[in-house]
């Protein structure tokens, strides 16, 4: 933790908090600045509501029915005076719309007490309707019952001033009533007015402040999660490139330091396998350095056994063969029979020099692989056991064979070799058959040498692919113990592999691998 506080260099805060603490806190001073914005801004739009339900479902109707029970009191006052003057029942067909024009007014604003804006102008109400009641039974009514019994000029004894001064009498109320009202209307569009506005100006702050949080939020996910993560994207940017020396330092959340700490633990493994590394090939090279020291010993050791060493060799072999001539008849048979042996070792000395020579060439003296058609290989070893065929007699079957990458000369040596002990190991009284055969198993050929001779125990059949193993006597069957182990080394050169079938039924069957080339599926392709 103390690490941490010290590379962050913002507090110890920053060190307690991972990234996903630092999203659910902008989350939630998010969500709640947009709950206090929506709180303020639905009493914003309450307090519209309310100004203008007071404007236009209160006050509206209500100096409606004022200016209404107004025009229905001035029609009955007109009907009347019409009556008076006339005397025609039509006339007062206004006076009785006018009737129910003011009953409705009047019912209307009865309503109005409960609402505090228009209390004063409902204080008016009874009053009007007091004197609407003094003016209708003390003027209209008698005014209208004596014209219909005495004619118009009945009219004169109820009083016209007498009626005027009721009238007037009503309409002070009424228009008291009415400016009240107006008043009141006045006030209710102003307080309208101010909550709309009011609404407006709050509508901005909320923007304003979810701008500012988002924009709050933003900048310090970004100094708090963002920089931090790509100060650790630089560091891993660097030791990718190769400033495996540059340590990873990390700062901000819990998690990208603990992440930072991870990869500089990586970086740290990275080094110590580097510098393991680079020791391996310092050893590697001084092992190869060796190991060309070692093949030029051994490119000097076959210059000298392929000369120095047969040399002498010869020279035993010849002056032994001129003692043989020269002397022929003089010496008992014993002393034939020691001038024979000493012939007949050098030669198998040169010819296990040989072998040794042909046998150290494999993998080392490489050629250039080329594509090798192992049906004309095959042919070439045959040819070179021509003689041992004849004088066996055996029965050799070939092929057909495919192509694969390889070395002619190398692939000659295994055939031969493989078909050479098949006709040197075979029973007596019976004829040699060998069969040499090939078939595709996935990305390889799978070749197969059966004989019918005289047979490998299982228990052999890994021995007999060891250098200088033989199974019997030199004097029973001639040879170096070189052939299979050449075999195995020069199929496995070319990326196959040898083994005994110990499950091939009577005599040897000999199988290995080649790689096939590829799009290769039948011996016939080229």
């Given at each position: 933790m103390a690490r941490e506080e010290r590379s962050s260099g913002r507090g110890p805060l920053i060190g307690r908090l991972s990234v996903s603490r630092w999203f659910a806190l902008a989350a939630g001073l998010l969500g709640l600045l947009t709950a206090i914005s929506a709180v303020i801004g639905a009493l914003a739009i309450s307090h519209l509501a309310h100004e203008r339900t007071l404007v236009v479902d209160q006050i509206g109707p209500a100096r409606t029915a004022s200016i209404q029970l107004t025009a229905g009191l001035l029609n009955e006052e007109t009907a009347v005076r019409g009556f008076a003057l006339t005397g025609h029942e039509a006339s007062l067909a206004p006076y009785t719309l006018g009737q129910q024009q003011a009953k409705s007014a009047l019912a209307t604003l009865a309503t109005l007490s409960h609402i505090p804006e228009t209390t004063e102008a409902a204080r008016e109400t009874p009053l009007i309707r007091a004197r609407v009641a003094a003016w209708q039974t003390q003027y209209a009514e008698p005014t209208i019952a004596a014209v219909r019994r005495d004619g118009p000029r009945a009219s004169g004894r109820i009083g016209v001033d007498a009626g005027k001064a009721l009238f007037d009498e009503v309409r002070i109320p009424l228009d008291r009533q009415v400016a009240l009202l107006n008043t009141a209307r006045a006030e209710g569009r102003r307080g309208l007015n101010d909550a709309s506005n009011q609404l407006t100006v709050v509508f901005i702050v909320i923007i304003a402040l979810l701008a500012l949080g988002i924009g709050g939020v933003v900048v310090a996910l970004y100094r708090t999660v963002s920089l931090p993560l790509r100060r650790v994207a630089v560091h891993v940017r660097r030791t990718a490139g190769g400033k495996f020396d540059e340590p990873i330092d990390g700062d901000g959340p819990l998690d990208i330091i603990a992440l930072a700490a991870d990869v500089e633990a990586m970086r740290q493994r990275i080094v110590r396998e580097l510098q393991q590394l680079q020791e391996t090939h310092a050893?590697?090279?001084?092992?190869?350095?060796?190991?060309?020291?070692?093949?030029?010993?051994?490119?000097?050791?076959?210059?000298?056994?392929?000369?120095?060493?047969?040399?002498?060799?010869?020279?035993?072999?010849?002056?032994?063969?001129?003692?043989?001539?020269?002397?022929?008849?003089?010496?008992?048979?014993?002393?034939?029979?020691?001038?024979?042996?000493?012939?007949?070792?050098?030669?198998?000395?040169?010819?296990?020099?040989?072998?040794?020579?042909?046998?150290?060439?494999?993998?080392?003296?490489?050629?250039?692989?080329?594509?090798?058609?192992?049906?004309?290989?095959?042919?070439?070893?045959?040819?070179?056991?021509?003689?041992?065929?004849?004088?066996?007699?055996?029965?050799?079957?070939?092929?057909?064979?495919?192509?694969?990458?390889?070395?002619?000369?190398?692939?000659?040596?295994?055939?031969?070799?493989?078909?050479?002990?098949?006709?040197?190991?075979?029973?007596?009284?019976?004829?040699?058959?060998?069969?040499?055969?090939?078939?595709?198993?996935?990305?390889?050929?799978?070749?197969?040498?059966?004989?019918?001779?005289?047979?490998?125990?299982?228990?052999?059949?890994?021995?007999?692919?060891?250098?200088?193993?033989?199974?019997?006597?030199?004097?029973?069957?001639?040879?170096?113990?070189?052939?299979?182990a050449m075999c195995r080394k020069i199929v496995e050169y070319h990326g196959g592999r040898i083994w005994l079938d110990t499950d091939g039924g009577p005599g040897t069957t000999f199988r290995f691998t080649l790689p096939a080339l590829p799009a290769s599926n039948s011996p016939q392709e080229s």
């Open positions: 050893q590697l090279d001084e092992q190869t350095r060796e190991l060309q020291r070692s093949n030029a010993e051994l490119e000097q050791f076959a210059y000298v056994a392929s000369h120095d060493l047969q040399e002498p060799l010869r020279k035993v072999a010849s002056f032994c063969q001129l003692i043989e001539k020269r002397y022929s008849g003089q010496l008992d048979e014993r002393g034939e029979q020691y001038i024979e042996f000493a012939v007949d070792g050098a030669k198998r000395m040169q010819q296990l020099i040989n072998d040794l020579l042909a046998f150290s060439r494999v993998g080392r003296v490489a050629a250039e692989h080329t594509v090798v058609d192992l049906d004309d290989v095959a042919r070439q070893a045959l040819a070179s056991l021509a003689v041992a065929i004849e004088e066996t007699g055996a029965e050799v079957v070939v092929g057909p064979l495919p192509k694969v990458l390889g070395e002619a000369s190398l692939l000659a040596g295994v055939f031969q070799n493989l078909i050479g002990n098949a006709l040197k190991f075979h029973a007596e009284d019976v004829t040699p058959r060998v069969s040499l055969t090939a078939e595709r198993d996935g990305d390889c050929w799978q070749f197969a040498c059966t004989d019918n001779g005289i047979g490998i125990d299982a228990g052999y059949a890994e021995r007999i692919f060891m250098i200088f193993q033989r199974l019997h006597a030199k004097d029973v069957y001639a040879g170096t113990g070189i052939g299979l």
